[in-house]
């Protein structure tokens, strides 16, 4: 559960609890039980997911990495990035913002609402951004005068301020890939929903670095661990994400994209058989012990970012890493290395496979 703090500490008291569900176990079957008890790589129809799917799987798109904000507004939220700078501590990302409004999807729209209990538009966005110590003005068109502008909707990244009208008379948090999350009007929730038209302003409170470029012929693909390999169906689109856990994290480049890749085929709304949700296919009762929701694409790859590094760091090898995330910690400790099982060992090198740039 997220624990609302005022200032900058909230970010690393919430990354401290999320943390905490290391302790959880995802599912650990007998060495007897068949691989697909525990997970499959083979998700079936996004119709048996449950509804929230439809609407959480386009949260994030991609996650900026660390990086100064240039406010232009807001005297206090200067005064409360100077004060992040003099302690040392690291300033919220666009991925941070996401998360934050991110729990009040289904809040009622309330006119001049600025609580949990209803918000309309510039409340959510205030509170969005208040819940990581960023103070910003009240009212839209204030809001859409803070930070830097940006040139346009293709140059925008998830936690940008979208302004409607000039002045503007509503405003809404981009999400990425043509989404944003806001408090449309009375009689209506919070919720997702297409950016149905240009906006007339763009700002950047908090800035991030580029997401990587993972087509064909990219140097992220051509440099780095996918060479040599088609860009992954449906994964492109979340290569922030990746980058910023595989270094917030310590895992090796190109691990987590090629665990999408194989999990669900990038598709943030899969469901397995065996009840694995989401673009990581995480199981309910491990996503709930990190304390992540495996059908918001930002939180299912911190979750799953956090057992691979688990494991990783409990086995000591990223083959026996794989094992564990897909057969279970207990199976790889009882056979001394990957069980075995056809569908890991498959698994293991089919990921392994993609991340030497080797065959499928």
């Known amino acids: 559960m997220t624990v609302e703090m005022s200032g900058l500490s909230s970010v690393l008291a919430r990354i401290a609890q999320i943390q905490a569900g290391?302790?959880?176990n995802p599912a650990v079957r007998s060495a007897t039980a068949p691989a697909s008890a525990v997970r499959t790589a083979t998700p079936v129809s996004a119709a048996l997911a449950p509804s929230v799917s439809s609407t959480a799987a386009t949260v994030l798109t991609s996650a900026p990495g660390l990086a100064s904000a240039v406010?232009?507004?807001?005297?206090?939220?200067?005064?409360?990035?100077?004060?992040?700078?003099?302690?040392?501590?690291?300033?919220?990302?666009?991925?941070?913002i996401m998360s934050s409004a991110e729990k009040y999807l289904g809040v009622p729209y309330v006119f001049g609402g600025t609580t949990p209990s209803g918000l309309d538009c510039s409340g959510l966005v205030q509170r969005a951004y208040g819940d990581l110590g960023i103070s910003l003005p009240r009212i839209a068109a204030d809001q859409a005068r803070v930070g830097t502008a940006v040139a346009s909707l293709d140059q925008a990244r998830p936690g940008d301020i979208l302004g409607f009208g000039e002045p503007a008379h509503h405003v809404a948090l981009y999400l990425g890939n043509g989404m944003m999350i806001a408090a449309p009007e009375p009689g209506d929730k919070v919720k997702i929903q297409s950016v149905y038209e240009t906006p007339a302003s763009i700002r950047r409170v908090v800035s991030g670095a580029p997401s990587l470029d993972f087509s064909p012929n990219s140097s992220a693909i051509a440099n780095g661990s996918l060479a040599g390999q088609p860009a992954p169906s449906g994964v492109g689109q979340y290569a922030g994400l990746f980058a910023q856990n595989e270094a917030r994290y310590q895992l090796p480049q190109g691990l987590l994209a090629a665990v999408a890749q194989t999990e669900s085929g990038g598709n943030p709304s899969a469901v397995s058989p065996a009840g694995a949700q989401g673009l990581m296919q995480l199981m309910p009762g491990t996503a709930a012990g990190l304390g992540v929701n495996p059908w918001v694409p930002g939180q299912a790859v911190q979750g799953a970012a956090q057992l691979l590094s688990k494991y990783l760091h409990n086995f000591g090898s990223v083959p026996l890493a794989l094992a564990a995330y897909n057969a279970g910690p207990g199976a790889v400790e009882q056979y001394g290395g990957v069980p075995p099982y056809r569908e890991t060992e498959n698994y293991v090198t089919k990921i392994t496979g993609l991340m030497a740039g080797g065959a499928h």
């Not at 507004?73 to 690291?90: E, I, M, N, V």
């Open 22 to 24: 290391f302790a959880a």
């Open 71 to 96: 406010p232009t507004a807001a005297p206090d939220f200067a005064a409360a990035l100077a004060g992040a700078a003099q302690h040392g501590t690291s300033q919220p990302t666009g991925a941070d």
